[in-house]
């Protein structure tokens, strides 16, 4: 499957799966915030996340008929920002966004006490890695960069938005693949880290292409491969191919991003939400847009089937970092198998 931006992708199957809760709901009294309701993005403003969750608030806006309020506040690859939601009033006003994947994880790298199945997952969209570097770098494919990584073990400079982030999960699963290092720069967020590159801070990121495509656009940022088996179109750019066809049997799991509520919320709330993304998510323009104009893959899951769908990153990432030696609890100690 070619990630096409301009073509709907729902992955997963909403409709069929919500069917039970859309009915439960409805006998349940419809969830009426009496206050504005609290997001907390754990990364800094402009990056996907920011982004993503700020075009789905918007939408949640219209149906609670209450304004959701987004607060950034970046640390700790996320962990800080999580932590906050994880620990406020259990009354439903306060919820965190991100990619699932670092939920699954912080426990593994030491990072934060929680785990995917202390939410309640409300995905979005899921996000597609890129290699990019600065257009001055002398780099022109894929071919070139992995020969100077291994030219210059630990030496070429990769901007991500740190440990556990999306962009180092991806460097990570290259540099393994490929059997080379690299030297890690880490700023607070996405967007900081793709524009330390496009400054020459750095040669490369790996930041997401939702980070990257204006930057791609404005031939700012030289995109390379995707973090993944299949080539990505970035309208007003053309194709990026994938990273398997520079390392053979390459793959990554799909990287889902989303809104998070910690479980133990009245029930009235979740039971509101899953209406929500049961029945108008799937329907939101602007998602769809959103996902059309960044390179993303429009996936608008819940419930169960949210938790199915965010466990292979999950279980990549923290086993990816078990053999890196950086994780600080054996990922099969906590429920997840070596894949």
């Known amino acids: 499957m070619t990630f096409l931006p301009h073509t709907l992708r729902r992955l997963g199957r909403p409709a069929a799966v919500f069917a039970l809760l859309v009915a439960s709901s409805t006998a349940m009294a419809q969830w009426k915030p009496a206050k504005p309701v ?28 209450q304004k959701v309020v987004i607060v950034n506040q970046p640390g700790a690859s996320g962990s800080i920002g999580s932590k906050s939601a ?7 006003y306060t919820w965190t966004a991100g990619a699932a994947k670092d939920l699954g994880t912080y426990k593994v790298l030491g990072m934060l006490d929680t785990s995917a199945k202390d939410w309640n997952m ?3 969209v899921a996000h597609i890695a890129v290699v990019g570097v600065n257009p001055n770098a002398p780099y022109k494919d894929m071919g070139e960069l992995l020969a100077a990584m291994k030219a210059k073990p630990g030496q070429v400079s990769v901007a991500t938005a740190g440990v556990n982030s999306s962009g180092h999960a991806a460097i990570e699963a290259l540099s393994r693949a490929a059997g080379v290092t690299y030297k890690h720069v880490t700023y607070d967020g996405g967007n900081p880290a793709v524009v330390a590159t496009v400054a020459g801070e ?10 990257q495509t204006e930057m791609i656009r404005g031939k700012r940022l030289r995109p390379l491969a995707v973090v993944g088996d299949k080539p990505l179109e970035i309208e007003g750019y053309g194709t990026v191919p994938p990273l398997s066809q520079f390392i053979p049997g ?24 899953d209406k929500i993304w049961a029945e108008q998510m799937p329907k939101a323009d602007a998602m769809v847009k959103y996902a059309q104009n960044r390179g993303a893959i429009f996936a608008p899951v819940a419930g169960e089937e949210a938790q199915k769908a965010v ?15 950086k994780a600080k609890v054996s990922p099969d100690t906590l429920g997840i198998p070596k894949p």
């Open 202 to 211: 750095t040669e490369v990121t790996t930041q997401l292409a939702a980070e």
């Open 311 to 325: 466990f292979p990153a999950i279980q990549a990432y923290a086993w990816t970092q078990q053999a890196a030696g």
């Open 250 to 273: 390459f793959k990554d799991p799909v990287n889902y991003f989303g809104i998070f509520v910690p479980k133990g919320v009245p029930a009235e709330v979740t039971a509101t939400l």
């Open 38 to 65: 609290t997001i907390i993005v754990p990364w800094a403003a402009g990056g996907s996340t920011d982004q993503v969750t700020r075009v789905a608030a918007a939408e949640i806006e219209k149906h609670l008929g």
């Open 86 to 92: 994880l620990e406020a009033p259990k009354d439903g």
């Open 122 to 124: 409300y995905l979005t």
